[in-house]
Every structure is written in structure tokens, then in C-alpha cells.
């Protein structure tokens, strides 16, 4: 892990955390909820030794990166904005996507609005969804699942009331609401 280096990369005033090792071809990870680039760091120090330039950025709220000052106001479109924002900052055309849970999306709509720049998308935990009406379909999710957990009024506040998460995820307001892209 003593090869992944941090940067920050300033998107729309927000600073972005992103973790990195320089090597080759892109594959960009995307974590879920609620986790941030380390949880990519084993398969980070994996694919980089196979020859790939790995990056594992924070989305915003999350990690190290900066909260938006209105976090109710973000939508997934956001995080495919700062995924372009990020790739443009570091001159890179085109990755591999590896995206998991709460990254899905924006992974695969990065992919839909950006096709030239996308070689593919690996997706873990959910299917493919297009945004906007849809919402997860649980008929397809095991009862239990955690998203249906938290969207029970102050669920989520009890459950991770009991921990610090100032560290890990500031705001989770947008991934609750009625998706909009």
C-alpha cells in the first residue's frame, strides 16, 4: 500500500480526494455505501502490479473529499461530472470501469454519456438501472438489503449514530432520496 499516492483534484470548487499508483491502463474503482477508496486498496496494489494504472477517488461527502455545501441538492450526474472532472485533470482519454454498490450507477451512466472514453464496466452488488423513475427493484434484492434498511425514517442515523463516520461518509442525503440524474 506504501505505493498509492493521494491527490486532490479541485471540481466545481469541491476538492476531490483521489487515490492513485501510476503504471499503465486505466481501471478506475468506484465504491460503494458507505465506504471510500480503501476499500479498492487491495485490488488496487493488484492491478497495478499486473501493469495497470490504478484510481480510486472519494466520491463527494466521502473520505477525504470535500462535502458540497447543499449535499441535498447533489444527484448521480454529479458524480459522473466529477469522474470526467477528475479523468480531464489527469489528461487520462479512456479507462476501465469497477464499480461497486453506490458506484454502479454512476458507472454505467458514465459509460452511457461518455462511450469513447470507456473500455468497460465491471459492476458488483447491483444490476444496471437507468436513472431517474426507477428505483431498485425489490423483487430482484434479498430481503434484508441494506438500502431498504436505510430508508426507514432516521434508520441509518441510529445505526451509524454508534460510530464516528466523520472519516468515512459525510453525507449520504442524495443516495436516499428520489434519484434524479
Known sequence: MEQIRHKYVDVGGLKLHVAEIETGSVVVFLHGFPEIWY???YQMTAVANAGFRAIAPDFRGYGLSEQPLEPEKSTFKDLVDDLLAILDSFHISKVFLVAKDFGV???YHFALLY???VIGVVSLGLPFMLAGAQSLPREILPDGFYV???TEPERAETDFGRLDVKTSCKTSTFFFQEVKF
Request: glycine letters at 0%.
Open 39 to 41: 476499500s479498492w486498496r
Open 105 to 107: 450507477r454512476p458507472a
Open 115 to 117: 462511450p469513447e472514453r
Open 148 to 150: 431498504f434498511r436505510f
